[in-house]
Nanobody, 122 residues
Framework: QVQLVESGGGLVQAGGSLRLSCAAS????????MGWFRRPPGKEREFVAA????????YYADSVKGRFTISRDNPKRTVYLQMNSLRPEDTAVYYC???????????????WGQGTQVTVSS
């Protein structure tokens, strides 16, 4: 099992940038696909991005493609989400997750962090 702790959220103006981090513990991190999800206010949780266990392959939701970049540092057991050109509609609680399957991404129900709030003002 992988335990996850997200950080890096905050308040930013539209057009700005934030970098989220997800620190993981657990022996299987370096062999596990990872994903980022978000829950906008009043909406369901939605997929944002995923990265393979090696970091060689990534893919994104259409809504963030070209603006967000997922990456990982296996020796540091950390996954990142670089968010550029932020928009008010990116406002959400962001969660990382250890995946049961990479493509299509299937999250493990027992591997969610507590989330980090991102608020983008217009």
């Amino acid at each position: 099992q992988v335990q996850l702790v997200e950080s890096g959220g905050g308040l930013v103006q539209a057009g700005g940038s934030l970098r989220l981090s997800c620190a993981a513990s657990g022996a299987t991190f370096s062999t596990t696909a990872m994903g980022w999800f978000r829950r906008p206010p009043g909406k369901e949780r939605e997929f944002v991005a995923a990265i393979s266990w090696s970091g060689a392959t990534t893919y994104y939701a259409d809504s963030v493609k070209g603006r967000f970049t997922i990456s990982r540092d296996n020796p540091k057991r950390t996954v990142y989400l670089q968010m550029n050109s932020l928009r008010p509609e990116d406002t959400a609680v962001y969660y990382c997750n250890a995946g049961a399957m990479f493509r299509p991404y299937r999250p493990r129900d027992d591997s969610w962090g507590q989330g980090t709030q991102v608020t983008v003002s217009s």
